[in-house]
């Protein structure tokens, strides 16, 4: 019912720079928040940053001053700019999205994640 499509991931240099997007599409009623999660083989998924509909972000102490995180409301659309990439950033990065789906007559709750984007960092 609701589908997340991530892009933007590929192979850069350390001290390069990526900007990851995801798009949500389809039975949307609102969107309460929208974020970035990323998971290296063989460890838990782990929180990068997210964004609320109301502008509020939340970055992990990990990537602090090096991502930001934004969204076009408009084309529920979420952003991911990454400077300063590290080899420790190399991972496959998910989009997630908490919504209310569904119609306004009936709706409910969902935790909603894109299939993922390869992030690799290397020389």
């Known amino acids: 019912q609701v589908q997340l499509v991530e892009s933007g991931g590929g192979l850069v240099q350390p001290g390069g720079s990526l900007r990851l997007s995801c798009a949500a599409s389809?039975?949307?009623?609102?969107?309460?928040?929208m974020g970035w999660y990323r998971q290296t083989p063989g460890k838990e998924r782990e929180l990068v940053a997210t964004?609320?509909?109301?502008?509020?972000?939340n970055v992990a102490d990990s990537v602090k001053g090096r991502f930001t995180i934004s969204r076009d409301n408009r084309k529920n659309t979420v952003y991911l700019q990454m400077n300063s990439l590290k080899p420790a950033d190399t991972a496959v990065y998910y989009c997630?999205?908490?919504?209310?789906?569904?119609?306004?007559?009936?709706?409910?709750?969902?935790?909603?994640w894109g299939q993922g984007t390869q992030v690799t960092v290397s020389s």
């Open positions: 389809g039975s949307i009623v609102s969107i309460l928040v």
């Open positions: 997630n999205a908490d919504v209310v789906a569904g119609s306004w007559s009936n709706s409910y709750r969902n935790d909603c």
């Open positions: 964004i609320t509909g109301g502008g509020s972000t």
